[in-house]
């Protein structure tokens, strides 16, 4: 019995070993864009909790439930979900997603639905943008807009001409184009612009014409024209944009303070934890204007920092696109690395003074849970391209096999097809009978 069980313990021991050595050759085979895309990714949560906590420990500890670690709680939980939903993805999620795009794109466009449901929505700031459901919050913007990218990316890949013309694009045009007005209407017009950047994106990943992509643009600047004009409070966002001093007390408030939160930073800033601006004067602090901190305490080298990483991110996001395995693939690394890049880029060109403020928030840093939850599965969904995965496009799932492409592979390629000779099996040649004797006369 014992040297049964020692041999049973021994067979456990050596099947141990061999997964273990199979997992570190897959870890040492894995591309150095793997190796980035976790890396930054990483590195920007790390940096998001510890300046969310930095941003709203006053705030929190000065709020209702006199907490000065409540968003840090919850920025924790969230983060552990998306990272749990990151690691799932980048193993074998990108087939599965592809095969439930159609369900999540319905599911998202019923959530926009239901958020203006009075009732149902839950109205924050005069925006109604969330589901409530006890603890938990869901943004359904940001679920839509990935499950967008995902339609398109799987759109474009089967259909490759599509955008030879717009009449061709139209189908996926008209889906994000509804979705965008929802978005809109919630309001939340910083969403819909990310949106709508992001599919232009992918248009152009997947080879669509410059004089299209201007029409496109045209009419999109037609409808943001419209919906700034349309609410009194964007005309102002506009207007202060161009000149914050005007109004400083009033809409131009947030973008001042900001400035000085800046300024106030120099070059090393005043220290983690120190800054003034987050307790007293700047609101929406651990939001959308978290970058304003960061340079109040971090200073132009903490902001120089965020910024690399998220260079570090679209370096390796788009190196994950040329180097994917098929077009699918291709198309969605660069639509996921452009959104990322463009929600961060509309962020910090507002609290720089750069563009009009938005409301967007900064991926991975700021707080906001589905923002957290969606971006830290999209980059999962990355990672899995860059590790060599890949989908099987509906169309091929459809197909039926060919009988004679089977019997070519059972008998290794001397299979004929019907009406062909037969004595090409055996080493003739076309055209070796009747005809070629009489050539040889």
């Known amino acids: 019995m014992s040297a049964a069980g020692a041999s049973l313990r021994g067979g456990f021991a050596g099947r141990r070993d061999a997964k273990r050595r199979k997992a570190a050759a ?3 085979a894995r591309p150095l864009e793997y190796s980035l895309l976790l890396t930054a990714t990483m590195c920007l949560v790390a940096f998001g909790v510890v300046m969310v906590f930095s941003a709203s420990s006053s705030a929190a500890l000065l709020g209702d439930n006199g907490d000065g670690a409540y968003f840090l709680k919850r920025t924790l939980m969230f983060g552990a979900i998306g990272l749990v939903a990151l690691r799932l993805l980048s193993v074998h999620g990108l087939n599965a997603i592809r095969q439930m795009t159609p369900a999540l794109l319905a599911v998202s466009f019923a959530m926009l639905l239901l958020v203006m449901v009075p009732g149902v929505g839950a109205e924050v700031n005069g925006a109604s943008r969330w589901l409530v459901a006890g603890p938990i919050q869901v943004q359904p913007s940001e679920i839509a807009k990935v499950a967008l990218l995902l339609y398109g990316a799987s759109l474009l890949a089967e259909r490759p001409k599509m955008t030879r013309d717009l009449r061709g694009m139209m189908p996926l045009l008209s889906v994000a184009g509804i979705a965008c007005l929802l978005i809109v209407i919630e309001p939340d017009l ?20 410059l004089r299209h992509l201007a029409v496109i643009a045209g009419i999109l600047l037609l409808f943001v024209v419209l919906a700034v004009l349309i609410e009194p409070y964007r ?19 947030q973008s001042t303070q900001a400035s000085i939160a800046l300024g ?4 090393f800033g005043v220290g983690l934890g120190e800054s003034v601006q987050k307790a007293f004067y700047l609101p929406e602090a651990h939001t ?12 132009l080298l903490g902001i120089t920092v965020l910024v690399g990483l998220y260079m570090l991110l679209g370096y390796a996001g ?4 040329q180097k994917a395995k098929d077009r699918y693939g291709r198309l969605l690394a660069a639509a996921l690395t452009a959104m990322i890049l463009i929600q961060a880029s509309i962020n910090l060109f507002a609290v720089l003074g750069l563009a009009p403020l938005t409301g967007v928030t900064l991926p991975f840093v700021s707080y906001g849970n589905s923002s957290l939850i969606v971006t830290l599965a999209s980059v999962g969904l990355l990672l899995n391209i860059a590790g060599g995965g890949r989908a099987s496009s509906s169309a091929s799932r459809r197909r039926p096999s060919d009988p004679r492409r089977s019997m070519r592979l059972i008998d290794g390629g001397g299979g004929r097809a019907p009406g062909g000779d037969r004595r090409r099996r055996h080493g003739g040649t076309r055209g070796s009978g009747t005809s070629g004797r009489r050539r040889a006369r």
């Open 190 to 209: 910083g969403t819909a612009m990310v949106t709508a950047f992001s599919i232009a994106a992918l248009l152009v990943a997947a080879g669509a014409k």
């Open 26 to 28: 897959k870890r040492r």
């Open 264 to 267: 106030s930073g120099g070059l």
């Open 288 to 299: 959308d204007m978290i970058a304003a901190v960061v340079g109040e305490e971090l200073g």
């Open 318 to 321: 788009f190196r994950t696109a």
């Open 235 to 253: 005309m102002a966002r506009l207007t202060t944009f161009l000149n914050p001093s005007a109004d400083a007390s009033g809409a131009g408030f």
